[in-house]
């Protein structure tokens, strides 16, 4: 049971260029999510799904796409990088129906950097 | 809008001593607040979570405080170790937040040193 799953866990990007990044969960869990981490300023929502083929908009989704083909993926993509898309990007998933002590699971993280 | 802020950002402590993380946040209609560990170049593991009923969650060494009415919470750590040395994140969940959304804080940089 590997949990949630980030590919790749490194990237460096000239601005413009676009990149993928790919999120798995193996727990079968309805929501997904997509945050940045920026220095002091916490985690911060880009895009969520609540299901296969549904996607919605978080705090910060300008320069973002993302789609929920299937339900164990998510994937978030940059269609041209810019260098304040610099930051540590973190896949979470959950379960629909949350239990007294359900809470969201992490992935380890991509560091991209756009120079 | 929340705002959930944890004052103080980094704190350095000597081994042994107690450990006492603030978070609050704006917004007193919440469904349950958690308290994430972060170790560095790793995702969030999340320590405590409690309910808005309730005023307080415990585990091991770990107790953290629910003041719904103040917007506050504050994690105890007793008797802090090396291992303790990570950041420690809040986040709250509101009532019928679609998709189980979380609000973050910057969260707190703990360094315990031996």
């Known amino acids: 049971n590997a949990g949630v799953t980030q590919t790749p866990k490194f990237r460096v990007l000239k601005t413009g260029q676009s990149m993928t990044l790919l999120c798995a969960q193996d727990?079968?869990?309805?929501?997904m999510y997509w945050y940045r981490q920026d220095p002091g300023m916490g985690l911060r929502l880009i895009h969520y799904s609540v299901g296969e083929g549904t996607t919605a908009k978080g705090e910060v989704p300008d320069g973002y796409n993302v789609s929920r083909l299937k339900k164990q993926n998510f994937l978030l993509g940059l269609e041209s990088a810019a260098p304040s898309q610099t930051s540590v990007y973190f896949c979470?998933?959950?379960?629909?129906?949350?239990?007294?002590?359900?809470?969201?699971?992490f992935g380890p993280g991509t560091r991209l950097t756009v120079l | 809008k929340q705002e959930v802020t944890q004052i103080p950002a980094a704190l350095s402590v000597p081994e042994g001593e107690n450990l006492v993380l603030n978070c609050s946040f704006t917004d007193s209609a919440i469904y349950n607040l958690q308290w994430f560990r972060q170790d560095p170049g790793k995702g969030l593991t999340s320590l405590l979570l409690i309910q808005s009923s309730q005023r307080e969650q415990t585990s091991g060494r770990l107790n953290a405080s629910l003041d719904k009415s103040s917007g506050r919470s504050t994690l105890y750590i007793a008797a802090s170790q090396p291992g303790d040395s990570a950041t420690y994140l809040c986040?709250?969940?509101?009532?019928?937040?679609?998709?189980?959304?979380?609000?973050f804080g910057g969260g707190t940089r703990v360094l315990v040193k031996p």
């Open positions: 979470a998933s959950s379960p629909r129906l949350l239990a007294n002590t359900d809470t969201q699971y």
């Open positions: 727990m079968n869990h309805e929501y």
């Open positions: 986040a709250v969940k509101k009532i019928k937040a679609a998709g189980n959304k979380l609000t």
